[in-house]
């Protein structure tokens, strides 16, 4: 089971919080894409009737380019707003795995592949019984976890799952 979010307040039985919560999963979830809807709204309050006001301005402006710009619009704000959000070393953190990220679900649009999928695939591969230990297996899996990245894959055009990425943040200059 998982472990429950205690809050340690001493009015909590005021207010209904003293009452088991969800547990530590349960609460990531709902803080992290649960309430996405919500969050949705919330920038739609903040910036859609001034970003429809600037876009309409543009006399002359194609429909394919509007629905570009209130695209490109939004998610600049948001990029923004979670830039300016991020003390600066988490902010840097934050960047660097988002490109990453980007990085990744590009490949796998390009390639037609789920670099994910595939690489919890091959570490199934990896049996304990193989190994003399659980020690050694551990420590074989942990390499093998890590090495993955750099071995040529097929559905990759041969390419390692690393340089594929990095071809990918170089194209849109995401890299270092």
Known sequence: MAERIILDDKNADLFGLNEEGPSEEEYLHLQLYEKNPR?????????????????????????????????????????????????????????????????????????????????????????????????????????FEEGWWDIPQPLLGKRTPNDAIKEMLNKYGLTE
Request: net charge negative.
């Open 39 to 143: 969050r949705v709204s919330a920038m739609a309050d903040l910036w859609y009737e001034a970003m429809i006001k600037e876009i309409d301005s543009i006399e002359g402006l194609p429909e394919d380019a509007k629905r570009k710009m209130i695209f490109s619009m939004t998610a600049n704000g948001v990029l923004d707003m979670i830039s300016d959000s991020a003390p600066e070393e988490l902010g840097l953190e934050i960047s660097f795995c988002f490109d990453s990220y980007l990085g990744l679900m590009l490949t796998n649009k390009k390639f037609k592949v789920d670099i994910i999928k595939e690489h919890r695939k091959a570490l199934l591969g990896v049996k304990e019984e193989d190994f003399p230990s659980k020690e050694m297996y551990e420590m074989e899996l942990e390499a």
